[in-house]
């Protein structure tokens, strides 16, 4: 196509030059008769004005004033003759733009014939200044002459440039006359006039030789026949007569015949100029038909050749497309299917057998065969790197869970050593510390699992049975730094399916870990929940500084389309909290997002589905017959629910840490002591006793049961730890009128309590720590006894993971 397109071009700019050199021809001509003869005429009036002008000067009489309007009128017709020419459209149409510039040039010279006219009537200007005014308005025409004289044929353009210098020495005859007149009636040249005289005479002359020159046999001989009878001769004499006088004397010339003379010699040179304009014109048309006539050849020859070149490349181009059409098929099928399915199957480990699933290309022996060669190189190139990248992503992988796995290792072992010394210590200050340290191993616990989720892994912990919402809100916010800060709102009785329990506390965390982070100090953080028509929406509310709409929109892009993990899309903000809660909820179904706070912070909604969610006494949409609400722990209450709690540390659902090395514990139900630390101050009204460790219970007795750990006795609790020793049970041994005294009293009669002392605080903490050993005592007894209605395992309060 290229090459057909290129020679059409290379015909057609061919064409168009030809083309245009005849239609020049043809139209130049026609400009000679538009131009060079209206311009003649023009010329000739001003010529006779000029000369009159010149006699007034020297002899204002009524004849020659006379003489001088006849000329002006002459003049006058002619000059707008011209410009009505000028105007047409047909004439504009084929001037050449320098050629029309010209006779505007002209035009506006003729504008300044009324000043020299003025000067003339008032016999205001000399002869000399006179003379040089009417020069200026007739020299535009030798321009003008040359323009529309120029042929691209060189004979046809000889021809023009002696019709111009016939025009030229036309101009220098009737100077001459003009000076002459005005000497011969001022009886004697003036210096200056002699000078203009002499220069005019002699200028004449040698264009008039330059024009015979130029031209043809035929005018040549014309011209010599003209020259050589009069009033030429008697013209030569009375001129070298004039100019023997050396300007001083008596002019020896009659003014009268040399006036009739010259007009005689003027008429004859302007018939013989008008006589060569024609032959110039139908001379130049020869030249433009035989143009016209070579064109109509060529583009014969040119039409044949481009037609035979468009069978040919059409017969050519079709089997090529034909070709190419095949082998991008073969590409894209290459590009599109075959190569994205093997990258994609090699990046998740798969055993791919390349040269089936992405066979190389069909191949040929000429230029579209190496382009095929070079796809199959490319395609070599790309299996290659995806393996690379592969192991590449499973090394890191690999890394990222190994690194995870001995810092759980070792964490578990820390948590262990934290329970021992837990159970040692009675000092409340000591214990505090303890608890501190506790929450900080346990999120070091939660950065770890974030490691092996990232790294494609499972945390590793979770629930048999299901787990009251309640207890994992608790959880997941006494994972958080500034788990002082989160109140976690009390919300409908909802079960969580223990599968999920573990990823929920630890997404939950890390998003109020996000909401403590990126609020005030002095601000709060609330955690609420509500049964929705499409789940469970549980919702984070922070005061903090919110986030830019472009952020918010980002945030939430990755929520709801978890990026493919990569190191190197951390470099520039690293959100390891956003890629671990996108992951959680994509892998369970559980949809998270992002929206501005009426507080001017950030509000988290998480939606968990309806299928992992059930309310309490619906336990078997999860699938599940013995689930339980957590009770609530001995000592609490029994008043009406507070309205919100501060979760310390220690609160909510928690994997034992015994020291052994089971991977996962199983948890019917939790429930959750919930404390106030040694140096928090309460808020007033909120409640005036702290509430005690929660003991160990079993499912809600049935009617008529007794005590609160009553239950189907299908199997004896252990009277004995592991160690021995025998069980102990609070209040288990006192009298029966002792135990009634020592029941609470319902929360309704009780007075409020003062604020507590010192002392009772720390009698308050070592009753704690006390519960808490026997509680872990208890869960070590039972770890590998099966599970009973009245005696299921559970996991200690406090310590779920973080992630963010």
Request: cysteine-free; proline content about 7%.
């Amino acid at each position: 196509m290229i090459p057909m397109i290129s020679l059409l071009a290379l015909w057609g700019f061919a064409t168009y030059l030809t083309v245009g050199d005849g239609y020049r021809l043809l139209n130049q001509g026609r400009l000679i008769t538009e131009f060079a003869a209206p311009a003649e005429e023009i010329l000739g009036a001003i010529q006779g004005e000029r000369r009159d002008s010149m006699v007034f000067l020297a002899d204002p009489s009524v004849e020659n004033r006379t003489h001088l309007i006849r000329s002006r009128t002459l003049v006058d017709q002619k000059v707008d003759a011209w410009r009505s020419a000028m105007a047409r459209d047909d004439v504009q149409r084929i001037t050449p733009e320098r050629v029309m510039r010209l006779a505007r040039v002209q035009l506006a010279a003729l504008d300044g014939l009324a000043a020299l006219r003025s000067d003339v009537d008032g016999r205001s200007v000399a002869p000399v200044a006179l003379m040089a005014g009417f020069t200026d308005i007739v020299d535009p025409i030798t321009p003008l002459y040359a323009a529309v004289a120029s042929f691209p044929d060189d004979e046809v353009s000889a021809e023009g440039r002696a019709l111009q210098r016939l025009a030229h020495a036309r101009e220098l005859r009737a100077r001459a006359d003009a000076v002459l007149a005005n000497a011969l009636a001022a009886r004697g040249f003036t210096d200056d006039s002699y000078v203009q005289f002499v220069q005019a005479v002699g200028l004449m002359r040698a264009e008039y030789h330059e024009a015979y020159v130029q031209m043809t046999g035929l005018y040549r001989r014309e011209m010599d026949a003209n020259f050589a009878k009069e009033p030429y001769p008697w013209l030569a004499r009375m001129e070298n007569a004039a100019i023997a006088t050396g300007g001083a004397g008596r002019i020896p010339v009659d003014a009268n015949r040399w006036r009739e003379q010259n007009a005689a010699a003027l008429a004859q040179l302007s018939d013989f100029q008008l006589d060569l304009a024609v032959h110039v014109e139908e001379h130049a048309k020869a030249p433009a038909y035989l143009i016209f006539a070579r064109i109509l050849v060529a583009a014969l020859i040119g039409l044949i050749a481009v037609v035979a070149t468009v069978l040919v490349s059409v017969r050519i181009a079709r089997r090529l497309a034909n070709r190419l059409r095949d082998l991008s098929a073969d590409a894209h099928a290459l590009a599109d299917t075959q190569l994205p399915a093997v990258v994609d199957r090699l990046r998740h480990g798969e055993e791919v057998d390349v040269e089936a699933e992405a066979p190389v290309l069909r191949r040929s022996a000429d230029e579209i065969g190496e382009v095929g060669d070079a796809f199959n190189t490319v395609r070599r190139t790309a299996i290659a790197t995806a393996v690379e990248q592969a192991q590449l992503r499973a090394g890191i992988r690999n890394v990222f869970l190994n690194i995870a796995r001995r810092s759980q290792t070792l964490v578990k072992k820390q948590l262990g050593l934290l329970d021992v010394m837990e159970r040692k210590t009675v000092d409340p200050e000591e214990l505090a510390d303890l608890f501190q340290v506790d929450h900080l191993a346990t999120r070091m616990r939660r950065y770890a699992e974030n490691l092996v989720i990232l790294g494609g892994g499972r945390a590793g912990r979770n629930w048999g049975k299901p787990v009251g919402m309640q207890e994992v809100l608790r959880g997941a916010a006494s994972e958080a730094e500034h788990y002082e800060r989160v109140r976690v709102l009390p919300i409908p009785p909802v079960l969580l399916d223990g599968a999920v329990v573990s990823d929920v506390i630890h997404l939950v965390a890390e998003l109020i870990d996000n909401a403590t982070a990126f609020s005030p100090p002095h601000t709060t953080v609330q955690v609420s929940g509500q049964m929705v028509p499409h789940g469970f929406a549980i919702e984070v509310d922070d005061r903090g500084l919110g986030m830019s709409e472009t952020d918010l929109a980002a945030a939430n892009g990755w929520l709801t389309d978890p990026p493919e993990f990569n190191v190197l899309a951390l470099s520039d903000t690293p959100r390891l909290g956003m890629f671990v809660v996108a992951r959680i909820a994509s892998r369970h179904g559980i949809r998270v997002s992002l929206r501005q706070s009426p507080y001017g912070g950030i509000t988290a909604i998480v939606l968990v589905p309806p299928h992992l969610v059930a309310e309490a006494g619906a336990e078997h949409r999860l699938g599940r017959d013995d689930a339980v609400e957590a009770p609530t722990p001995a000592g609490a209450a029994t008043g009406d629910a507070e309205p919100e709690e501060r979760v310390p540390v220690g609160a909510g659902v928690r994997a034992a840490a015994t020291g052994d090395d089971r991977a996962t514990v199983d948890v019917d139900t939790v429930a959750v002591p919930v404390y106030t630390p040694p140096l928090r101050s309460v808020d007033p009204g909120h409640r005036t006793a702290p509430r005690p460790p929660a003991q160990r219970t079993g499912p809600a007795a049935p009617s008529g049961s007794t005590g609160p750990g009553s239950g189907p006795a299908a199997e004896p609790q252990p009277d004995k730890t592991h160690l021995g020793l025998p069980v102990r049970v609070r209040q288990a041994r006192l009298a029966p009128g002792l135990r009634d005294a020592t029941r609470p009293t319902p929360p309704e009669a009780q007075p409020l309590q003062p604020a507590r002392s010192p002392e009772e605080i720390r009698r308050m903490m070592s009753a704690y720590q006390r519960g808490t050993a026997r509680g872990r005592g208890q869960i070590t007894d039972d770890a590998d006894l099966p599970p009973t209605p009245d005696s299921t395992s559970t996991a200690e309060a406090g310590h779920a993971d973080e992630e963010s």
